[in-house]
């Protein structure tokens, strides 16, 4: 079929046994001469030799760059959990200089790999149009930014206490900087490269950088020091205030100090986001180590531009949910900037979900019942990036899941009965239903063939092609393109349920990721597991959190062109 020919796909380097067996059989025909069968039988065996010979080094360059990354995270979790358990023989110290040695060896391949790798002839011949999309680049180049400010702010904290503090500390944010500017660089300009040459090196590179991520995602979820430091802080300079001796580590400025403790507590969410988007990246391009794409496949597909054709009361309800999450924002933030926040605001955030939260598991449920009711075939096309988009989608749900089960242990084993309570609870439960019905919606749209394919070349107005869906692109089967001259209303309602959707993850996405942590602030679930345990709960869950309300938006965005 012309649309099958036309969708990506992935192409071995050599053909395999038997299309080459094919070809032979085919010239023996053109020509009218039978084709030996021993040139026959040494083709077959000779190109399968390869084919063999190129599979068996694949594997064990994945194999031996996998078996690099785990004994840098094994060594790195050794490190942080002897410091964790026994700050007197391995201080946090020691764990930074590790993370900086592993910073140095990830910029020094960084460095190689875009002067060296990438401009060795047929280094680089095939791009993948599916890695690398724009809210992905996007995200890094928020959380990269956000993340650099992070450090600026902890670098003016530690120089406001150089005068009680080690000096060398303020070397690692300094290395951090350097470190993050040019990841993202490298990730911004090469996330789509299928590299063909030196890929062994290049595996273990791309190896050795999501492992040192990968350490400095568990070291920011692990590591409360420097929140106890700033909440030691805030209690010396209350025991001074009150006539009481304290020998706390104070800041000379005070007012300068308050700015930097709420800057770096602001934005300490966006680091370990950082991290997790980086790791995710790396992945994808190590998988691309070594693949080779049809030709067409390499160029960027042909994919219909964003409009809001036919979703206007998606747009609408989504926009109003959005306005309202704006507002419960606003008022929980300048209530979070006081010393307590007072216990109607969070009624207010948890009243706000556990009302937003059945919507969206209605319409993603509503959304699956269509998907069914399709015409569209199943996409069975091998990608990459499509099955990591799956695992990044089920796999960041666990972090908002285990806060919601952690969460309702806590509430139904102390005080139920409260009003408080009883949203918290009902919020938790909402939350699982709402992950569960979304992740089924997502992952079912995005194994749905789309209504349009790329096509190799261009056809003729009439052949290939229809007026509206544009240059290039061609409609994936006939029930398409029967349909596709008006919106049927299915597609007009998945186009509604993914707009409003959209806008719904955007409006719970904002909540966490620019300071809102009711979850940590409302001192239920803190009381009942301790400060370090819930800590470390939360600081795994909430940016798992974010990850996932940003994933869901890229995935959300696929279904809804699809459409």
Known sequence: MP????????????????????????????????????????????????????????????????????????????????????????????????????????????????????????????????????????????????????????????????????????????????????????????????????????????????????????????????????????????????????????????????????????????????????????????????????????????TPPFHLRGAVSGLLLGLLALVAGVCVFVVFQVQASGPTIARQYFILYYAFCAALLPAMSLACLAGTAIHGLEERELDTLKNPTRSLDVVLLMGAALGPLGIAYFSIVAIVATRPHELLNHLVLAYSLLLILQHVAQNLFIIEGLHRRPLWEAAPQAEPHGRGSLPGLGPGLRPASRASAHSFGHLNWKRRALRELCLFLILCNVTLWMMPAFGIHP????????????????????????????????HSVGGLVEVYLGA
């Open 3 to 302: 649309a099958e020919a036309s969708a990506p796909a992935e192409a071995a380097p050599v053909a395999s046994a038997e299309a080459q067996e094919n070809l032979v059989d085919m010239g023996a025909e053109e020509t009218g001469a039978p084709a030996p069968a021993g040139q026959r039988s040494w083709l077959v065996r000779h190109v399968s030799l390869l084919l063999r010979r190129d599979r068996q080094a694949q594997k064990a360059g994945q194999l031996f760059s996998g078996l690099l990354a785990l004994n840098v995270v094994f060594l790195g979790g050794a490190f942080l959990c002897s410091a964790l358990s026994n700050s007197v023989a391995v201080t946090l110290g020691d764990v930074w200089v590790l993370l900086a040695v592993l910073k140095a060896l990830s910029l020094l391949w960084f460095l190689y790999y875009v002067a060296g790798t990438t401009r060795r002839p047929h280094a680089v011949l095939y791009r993948d149009p599916h890695a690398g999309s724009i809210w992905v680049r996007g995200s890094l180049l928020i959380f990269g930014s956000c993340t650099v400010c992070l450090n600026v702010f902890r670098m003016g904290y530690d120089v406001s206490h150089v005068h009680c503090k080690w000096q060398l500390e303020l070397i690692f944010p300094a290395i951090e900087i350097v470190f993050i500017s040019i990841q993202t660089w490298v990730l911004w300009k090469h996330c789509k490269d299928c590299v063909q040459a030196q890929g062994n090196f290049t595996r273990c590179g791309l190896m050795l950088a999501l492992a040192t991520n990968l350490l400095m995602w568990v070291l920011a979820v692990t590591n409360d020091s420097m929140h106890l430091k700033i909440q030691a802080e805030l209690n010396g300079l209350t025991d001074d205030f009150s006539g009481n001796d304290s020998d706390t580590c104070l800041c000379l400025n005070a007012t300068v100090c308050q700015v930097f403790q709420k800057g770096y507590l602001m934005l300490y969410p966006f680091g370990t986001e950082y991290c997790l988007v980086c790791c995710a990246v790396f992945f994808v391009m190590w998988k691309n180590v070594g693949r080779h794409l049809a030709p067409h496949a390499s160029a960027h597909a042909g």
């Open 519 to 550: 979850e940590f602030e409302n001192g239920l679930e803190k009381d009942f597991y301790g400060y370090r345990t819930w800590f470390t709960i939360v600081n795994f869950g909430l940016p798992l959190g974010v990850f996932y309300r940003m």
